[in-house]
């Protein structure tokens, strides 16, 4: 366990230093190199460490509000399901977080306009 965390903080160092930075509009669905994190927060998978994630808020060019996506089935409050790329995919809402774009790594597409409403409609009911 503790060389993936050596191996995600090698690419963590690498992703840093990037000096160009993917363009990036809410909707969007991303490949994003999530790392290597602790206890109960999700992680990203293979060897670079990646997770798709909805690009929920832009913030500015650099940051925006992204919501980790899954295919394992759950139900609650915390998630929401849709279809993407005909699979079903579910949103995480209590794993929420601030992005760089400096993580991004691939453009997977971009979530239905009516899926991305019900998203927010049902985020808000997560949220209070």
Not at 16 to 44: P, S
Not at 79 to 99: C, P
Not at 108 to 125: C, Q, S, V, W
Request: charged share 30%; net charge positive.
């Amino acid at each position: 366990m503790e060389s993936n965390f050596i191996k995600w903080n090698k690419l963590k160092i690498k992703l840093a230093q990037r000096k160009h930075r993917r363009c990036f509009a809410k909707k969007e669905i991303f490949y994003v190199h999530f790392g290597k994190n602790i206890g109960c927060e999700i992680n990203g998978k293979t060897k670079n460490f990646l997770r798709p994630v909805l690009v929920f808020k832009k913030l500015s060019y650099e940051t925006f509000v992204g919501i980790p996506l899954t295919t394992q089935k759950k139900s609650g409050n915390y998630f929401f399901e849709f279809n993407f790329l005909g699979k079903k995919s579910i949103a995480v809402f209590a794993q929420i977080r601030v992005f760089d774009s400096k993580r991004l790594a691939q453009k997977l597409g971009k979530i239905a306009k009516k899926d991305f409403e019900n998203l927010k409609k049902e985020f808000k009911k997560f949220l209070f």
